[in-house]
C-alpha cells in the first residue's frame, strides 16, 4: 500500500535555528519506517541550486529575484517534491513560497499580489500526471496549488537572530541584511500564518534548543505523524 505523502516545510529568519531540528524530524521519520525526502529552497535540484548561487550573491532587481526564485521552486517541485509525494514519501523542506512572502514581500517591499500571481502558475502541478494530484483533488478547490501540510514557523526575535548569526559565517545577501529588515520579514510571516492559521504550527525559537525540540516533536506527535 502506498502511504499518504506528507509535504512539510520549515520557515524563519535566519539565524532561528531550522536545520538540527529538520535532520532530528527526518531521523524520526525513518525510524518509523517511511521515506523521506529532505531539501531546501532556493535549490534542491541541480538547476535550483544554480540559481540558488545566483538569487543569494547577486545585485538583482526585485521582480528578477523573485522570477528566479520561482523558476526554482517551479523545478524543484515538478521534479523532486510532487514525484516523492506521489510515491507517498515525507518530503521536509527547508523554506517554501512563505518565505518569499516574508522576504521579498514584507522584506523588500515586492507587490504581494504579484508574488500571488507567481505562487498560483509556479505551484499548479495539475496536467503534469502525477497520482499525487488526485490527492489535491480530495483535498477541494482550494488545494488547487501545492501547499505544505503543514508548516512550521521557528518564531526568534531578530536581535536574538542577530546575536547568534554574528561572526558565524561570510554573510549571504539576506543575511547582510539590517535587523529591521528582519522585523519586517518576521511581520511577513505573521501575516502568512494569519492567512492560512491551519496550516501553520508557530514555535517559540528563543529558549534552549531541547525545549524547542519538545515542542517540535509535540506537534508531530499531535497530529498522529509520529508517536
Ligand atoms: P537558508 O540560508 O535558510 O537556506 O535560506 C536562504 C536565504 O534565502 C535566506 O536568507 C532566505 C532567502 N530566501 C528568500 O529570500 N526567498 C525565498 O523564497 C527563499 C526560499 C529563501
Known amino acids: 500500500m502506498v502511504m499518504q505523502g506528507l509535504f512539510i516545510s520549515f520557515e524563519g529568519i535566519d539565524g532561528a535555528g531550522k536545520s538540527t531540528h529538520i535532520s532530528a524530524l527526518a531521523d524520526a521519520f525513518r525510524t518509523q519506517g517511511r521515506a523521506v525526502t529532505l531539501s531546501r529552497e532556493p535549490g534542491g535540484t541541480p538547476l535550483a541550486e544554480k540559481l540558488r548561487t545566483l538569487i543569494l550573491n547577486d545585485a538583482m532587481d526585485p521582480l528578477t529575484e523573485a522570477l528566479l526564485i520561482f523558476a526554482a ?3 524543484h517541485l515538478t521534479t523532486v517534491i510532487a514525484p516523492a509525494l506521489a510515491r507517498g514519501e515525507v518530503v521536509l523542506c527547508d523554506r517554501f513560497t512563505d518565505a518569499t512572502f516574508a522576504y521579498q514581500g514584507a522584506g523588500r517591499g515586492f507587490d504581494l499580489e504579484v508574488l500571488s500571481k507567481l505562487e498560483l502558475w509556479a505551484q499548479d ?10 490527492e489535491l483533488g480530495k483535498k477541494g478547490a482550494a488545494a488547487a496549488i501545492v501547499q505544505p501540510d503543514l508548516t512550521v514557523w521557528f518564531d526568534l526575535p531578530p536581535e ?5 548569526l554574528a561572526g558565524a559565517r561570510l554573510p549571504d545577501k539576506f543575511e547582510a541584511q539590517p535587523v529591521a529588515f ?31 525540540w519538545r515542542e517540535v516533536a509535540q506537534v508531530f506527535s499531535s497530529k498522529g505523524w509520529l508517536p
Open 125 to 134: 502541478v495539475q496536467g503534469l500526471g502525477h497520482d499525487f494530484v488526485h
Open 73 to 75: 521552486r517551479r523545478d
Open 160 to 164: 536574538e537572530a542577530a546575536q547568534r
Open 182 to 212: 528582519f522585523r519586517r520579514v518576521a511581520q511577513g510571516y505573521a501575516d502568512r500564518m494569519r492567512k492560512d492559521p491551519g496550516r501553520f504550527a508557530r514555535i517559540n525559537a528563543a529558549r534552549a534548543r531541547e525545549d524547542v
